[in-house]
């Protein structure tokens, strides 16, 4: 099978803060492991030698992204790869691939990863908008743009239940029926960042240290960690170490949201708290969770999936979070909290209770081992044929 893989990349500038090209990255030599041929068309090369590897333009803003495809590059590129499938992991860009198909007489299979959500769903049903893309009311035409592209694909992939249960939802409201086109294929895990914790020896200052290792933005509940952050300082139990993921933004990208470079301020000024960044180096971030004693998930409310999450859980943190989205289907009930009360305590004992944390170190460790880049490039193409 020839897949043609589309990729947009948001961070150019950090490329190992975007989770988009470090799935593609992991996602593409295992497909090529399983005998498919891939090339990335990305502004930067994703996978292994064997991947080829189409250049496009870096398009400067998650707006432009969804809505200035260019099609005459689309039509170049089909004409010049012949796949049997395109990837379009921008869902919104689907109908320009669709369209492009066309003018190329290309019959590949059009599959649809919906690797953001532009939408959440609270518990009593009701829709909100993703406030990060919602700009200058921007939110809503995001909305329909995402609903024309699930109505463009052959294949629509989500990476879990909750995501699975959101997008129906939110396709059923505006009448397009995905019927049996929906497959559930989650992310890869990096198996560099992979960690027995039965075999494993953290520091002697691991076992107070918890660590946050989200984008900082203030729709990812920035505001409510900080919240957590003053707490767990108070304690006096727990470090807290934060990980600046983006270090020095580019000013068009700080000019649309600000947000992580002030989330970053507020919470280097508390005790206890250390500001700390893997300067894009996956072998430094590697070394700063294995550092830690356990992780701290976003606030985020529309969270479908979190690599951030699955890092520290595939080198064996247990991972507090509260009881959102995705979160709550796939983090042990145990670890789960609604109040800053019972996340101190969670936080706490995980720091103090050595039987506690290696049990649950165990089951973090343990629920990352159906995300293996091979068996999720299964999955892939099992949901492509």
Known sequence: MRVLYLLNISNPDRLSADSGWIFADLLAPALADAGAEVTVAAPAAAGDARCGFRQTKVPGTKYRARFSTDIDELVALIRAEKPDAVVANQIEEAPAVRTALLEAGSDALLAGYCHYLPFSFTGGGQLLLDPSLNDAGLGRPV??????????????????????????????????DLGDLLQVVPAPRDERLVCDPSTAHRGQDAGTIGVYNHRLYAHYGTEQFVHLARELSASGTVRLQVMDLFGQRRAVRTGLDDSPERMRDQLAALPNIQIVSDRGDRVRYRNLLAGARFGIAPFRPGCPWSMSVIDCQGMGLPVISPRLGWLAEHIDPELCFTTPAEAVALAERLATDDEFHALHAKRAHASTTDFTPARVAARYLEALS
Not at 144 to 171: E, P, Q, Y
């Open 143 to 176: 909305l329909l743009a995402f609903a024309a592209g699930l109505a463009a694909c052959d294949r629509v992939m989500v990476h879990s239940a909750t995501a699975a249960s959101w997008v129906s939802a939110a396709a059923a409201r505006m009448t397009v």
